[in-house]
Each structure stands twice: as C-alpha cells, then as structure tokens.
C-alpha cells in the first residue's frame, strides 16, 4: 500500500516558482503510475495536471499547465516542478498513485493511492 505525502505548497507570487515533492514512507513508489491532481477553489472534483508512468517514459500534462509545470521522478519521491504560476493555479494539490496500469490516466477514479494534499496560492 502507498502512504503518500505532499510537501512544499505555500504562498507564491505570480510569475513564481515552487517546487511539489511527494513521497512514500513505505519506499514503493518506484513502481507505480503517480499523478498530481488539484481542487480549484470552490470546486469539488479534482482535475488532472500531470501525471507519470511508473517507468519515467510516459508523461503527461493538462493543457492549462503544459509549458510550465514540469513532472519527474527519481527513486523514490515525484516531483512537480511548477514555473510562471498564476492566479489561477491556486488550488490544494494532491499527487495520487496506482499499481499496474500501462497507461498514465487523467480521471482521479483510477488511482487507488492518495496524499493528503498541500495548498498551493498564487497571488496576483
């Protein structure tokens, strides 16, 4: 089982950087397929930002944050390298994972795996 855990949210100016780093205690994210998700302000469903196969050749990136955000992988944590933020990035990140799947998926019902997420403000 994942025991995942976000870290480095915080308050950022627009233009700004921060970097997101999540990490699991029992060492096994090696393998598996992890994604960050976001909660907008005032919106229940959780949309889909990046996300990386288990492999590291697979990456993919919703298209608001494409060009900007960055996602990477070492042995055992996952990164979100977020540049050029906005106003409208503001929003609790969290970064989900799954065992098993050959694909890198953009629902959150597909992964089994979830962080307790970090708030993430951008100001203007």
């Known amino acids: 089982q994942l025991q995942l855990e976000e870290s480095g949210g915080g308050l950022a100016q627009a233009g700004g950087s921060l970097r997101l780093t999540c990490a699991d205690s029992t060492r096994a994210v090696t393998s598996a397929t992890i994604a960050w998700f976001r909660r907008l302000p005032g919106e229940e469903e959780r949309e889909f930002v990046a996300?990386?196969?288990?492999?590291?050749?697979n990456i993919y990136y919703a298209s608001s944050v494409k060009g900007r955000f960055t996602i990477s992988r070492d042995d055992d944590k996952v990164y979100l390298q977020m540049n050029s933020l906005k106003s409208e990035d503001t929003a609790v990140y969290y970064c989900?994972?799954?065992?098993?799947?050959?694909?890198?998926?953009?629902?959150?019902?597909?992964?089994?795996?979830w962080g307790q997420g970090t708030q993430v403000t951008v100001a203007a």
């Open positions: 996300g990386i196969h288990w492999s590291g050749y």
């Open positions: 989900a994972g799954v065992w098993g799947r050959d694909e890198v998926e953009a629902t959150p019902s597909a992964y089994d795996f």
